[in-house]
């Protein structure tokens, strides 16, 4: 069965560091990975997908995520974190037969000025 | 990409009462999801809305507490039936517009809570 795990649940950064929040999967073939952003109270919003071909992925507001199969990961990375990026963090998994979406228990970042 | 409006955006209701959330799209959409978010909690897919058939349920979600509609390709809703504290939650909608990449949009949600 597929699951998805992030191991950080809250992550703290100041503002202008670099950014890594850590995805796990587990799934017999190639998965589609994707990450969502949630604002308070706010839905979710598509951050940056994979399907197949270039390992590393560009998304939205400067975010970039890599495919590592061997590792079983799709780590979202940011170079410089700004204050509005305070948000929770959802990666989720799916499969090419189906359009659920398994989804990670989140990881919650915090900036600091 | 697809405009997904949720309504009430928000609710508080008494045990044992029944509310109805609406999903209404900007476009025919193949798949339409319910999700669940209980507080600090991740989402949880209820059911899959299908187009004049009934929902398909996940394990642990039933019709008669959560029935669903979906009278046409761009609306859909879930009611949560004879509600209890437990039922607090994030109610989301969200559609699937180009199937081959199973890339979901998402409505704001439903924030749900019952006292």
């Known amino acids: 069965a597929q699951s998805v795990t992030q191991p950080d649940i809250h992550i703290t950064v100041s503002e202008g560091a670099s950014l890594e929040l850590r995805c796990n999967y587990s799934?017999?073939?190639?998965?589609?990975l994707f990450w969502y952003v949630q604002s308070p109270g706010q839905g979710l919003q598509l951050l940056l997908k994979?399907?197949?071909?270039?390992?590393l992925v560009q998304g939205i507001k400067g975010f970039e995520a890599e495919f590592k199969r061997s590792q079983s990961s799709f780590n979202l990375r940011k170079p410089s974190v700004h204050w509005s990026d305070a948000a929770e963090y959802f990666c989720?998994?799916?499969?090419?037969?189906?359009?659920?979406?398994?989804f990670g228990t989140g990881t919650r970042l915090q900036v600091f000025p | 990409s697809a405009v997904i409006s949720q309504k009430p955006s928000r609710d508080i209701c008494q045990r044992g009462t029944s509310l109805t959330i609406q999903c209404q799209v900007d476009?025919?959409?193949?798949?339409m999801f319910w999700y669940r978010q209980q507080p600090g909690q991740s989402l949880t897919l209820i059911a899959t809305?299908?187009?004049?058939?009934?929902?398909?349920?996940e394990s642990g979600f039933v019709i008669d507490k959560f029935p669903i509609s979906r009278p046409n390709l761009t609306f859909s809703t879930l009611t949560v039936s004879n509600m209890s504290p437990e039922d607090s939650s994030i109610y989301l909608c969200?559609?699937?517009?180009?199937?081959?990449?199973?890339?979901?949009?998402f409505g704001e949600g439903s924030r749900l809570t019952v006292l």
């Open positions: 969200s559609v699937v517009v180009t199937s081959d990449t199973g890339e979901l949009f």
């Open positions: 799934y017999g073939a190639t998965p589609y």
């Open positions: 994979y399907f197949s071909g270039d390992t």
């Open positions: 989720a998994v799916g499969t090419y037969n189906t359009d659920k979406l398994i």
């Open positions: 476009s025919q959409v193949t798949m």
């Open positions: 809305a299908n187009q004049g058939s009934e929902a398909t349920y």
